[in-house]
Nanobody
Framework: QVQLVESGGGLVQAGGSLRLSCAAS????????MAWFRQAPGKEREFVAA????????YYKDSVKGRFTISRDNTKNTVFLRMNILKPEDTAVYSC??????????????????WGQGTQVTVSS
């Protein structure tokens, strides 16, 4: 079992930046590929970014490429999402997730086994 707790959300103006953190506890953090998802009001949860167990590989949703950066610190059992040049359409509840799948990086919610409670990000225009 892995427990995940997000932090770092808040209200920011368009063009601003935020850094989200997700602290993991339980089993060995470096065993899990990690991802960030988001869910806006009235919309389905969508993939944002994923990172491999070692941190050597990453993958992003097209609309956040060049603006968001996912990273992890396996010594601190934490995954981060740095978000720059934020837009109103980035407003959502952001959740981190841990997977137990094999090689590669996956983008479907059903590929991830453990989820945090989420943190609200609101971008004003």
């Amino acid at each position: 079992q892995v427990q995940l707790v997000e932090s770092g959300g808040g209200l920011v103006q368009a063009g601003g930046s935020l850094r989200l953190s997700c602290a993991a506890s339980g089993r060995t953090f470096s065993n899990y590929p990690m991802a960030w998802f988001r869910q806006a009001p009235g919309k389905e949860r969508e993939f944002v970014a994923a990172i491999s167990r070692s941190g050597g590989s990453t993958y992003y949703k097209d609309s956040v490429k060049g603006r968001f950066t996912i990273s992890r610190d396996n010594t601190k059992n934490t995954v981060f999402l740095r978000m720059n040049i934020l837009k109103p359409e980035d407003t959502a509840v952001y959740s981190c997730a841990a997977g137990e799948y094999g090689l590669g990086l996956r983008t479907r919610t059903q590929d991830y086994n453990y989820w945090g409670q989420g943190t609200q990000v609101t971008v004003s225009s």
